[in-house]
């Protein structure tokens, strides 16, 4: 009966033990717990504290700009960007003449095969009858008598850079090349006008190159179906002069037949792309 009563005794302190053993560790949880609380209010009262803090500085735009150097054309290209960009590219000159709505074309004379517009088409045609521009009256190439001209008009100014004329087989090497902000004609005067390029002049022949393609489906004998003039820097006296109007002053054809044009490519920079 003793060792029945020592037994239970063990037992009962045992319990006990446990009881406390939990109890403390239930205290040392709500200890810990408490003070994980209290940390994280500070952090958060900090960092509230830090934020509105900032809200008085002045933080510098993301926006940024830089400055590139075209080496072939001596100027100072403006190209502006923001961080989401991984790499800034100097902007080189691109086909002006190409983009649909920024420049119309129009001629002194309609001819006899495609209208002056076909010289600024996005995609040059290689039509023989209706792809290109012509100052003949029949299919025999017959010369309409007289200077001619094809005007561009752009929307907005540009710098010129360079130009290529695609000729067909009836080609012109005596013309000029002339730019305005006004529209040119007969009437304008000669000081809203600036020559850019002139035939007769021998500085200007030797920024001139010339490639022949193809044959001419028109002609029996061995005659390239395009004759194509690169001009390249183009500028007035030496001058970059920004031009709204160009004009391609065709003097005389080089073959006796009415000139005819595939293509007026003019290359450059709209004005407001360039700081000068």
């Known amino acids: 009966m003793n060792d029945f009563v020592i037994l239970c005794s063990r037992v009962s302190r045992d319990n006990s033990s446990r009881r406390i053993a939990d109890v403390s560790g239930s205290v040392s949880f709500l200890r810990l717990a408490l003070i994980a609380l209290v940390i994280f209010w500070f952090i958060g009262f900090f960092s509230l504290t830090w934020n509105l803090h900032l809200g008085d500085v002045a933080i510098p735009s993301?926006?940024?700009?830089?400055?590139?150097?075209?080496?072939?054309?001596?100027?100072?290209?403006?190209?502006s960007g923001s961080r989401t960009q991984k790499q800034e590219r100097p902007l080189l000159p691109h086909n002006l003449s190409r983009i649909p709505g920024k420049v119309t074309a129009t001629a002194d004379v309609r001819g006899n095969l495609g209208p002056a517009s076909v010289v600024i088409q996005p995609v040059p045609g290689s039509h023989w009858l209706h792809d290109r521009w012509q100052a003949a009256s029949n299919m025999h190439g017959q010369n309409i008598p007289g200077e001619h001209w094809i005007l561009l008009e752009f929307h907005s100014p540009i710098l010129v850079d360079s130009i290529r004329l695609d000729w067909e087989t009836a080609y012109a090497s005596d013309y000029r090349i002339e730019g305005s902000l006004e529209r040119i004609t007969d009437a304008t005067s000669s000081d809203q006008v600036w020559t850019l390029f002139d035939s007769s002049n021998r500085a200007d022949q030797a920024k001139?190159?010339?490639?022949?393609?193809?044959?001419?489906?028109?002609?029996?004998?061995?005659?390239?179906?395009?004759?194509?003039?690169?001009?390249?820097?183009?500028?007035?006296?030496?001058?970059?002069?920004?031009?709204?109007f160009l004009r391609l002053h065709i003097l005389k054809s080089a073959t006796g037949w009415g000139v005819s044009l595939w293509q007026f490519d003019v290359i450059g920079y709209w004005e407001d792309q360039v700081v000068l």
């Open 62 to 79: 993301v926006s940024v700009s830089q400055l590139f150097h075209d080496n072939r054309s001596n100027r100072i290209l403006n190209i």
């Open 208 to 244: 001139r190159t010339e490639e022949t393609t193809g044959q001419s489906p028109g002609v029996k004998q061995k005659m390239p179906l395009h004759v194509i003039h690169t001009i390249q820097s183009v500028s007035h006296n030496n001058n970059q002069q920004p031009v709204r």
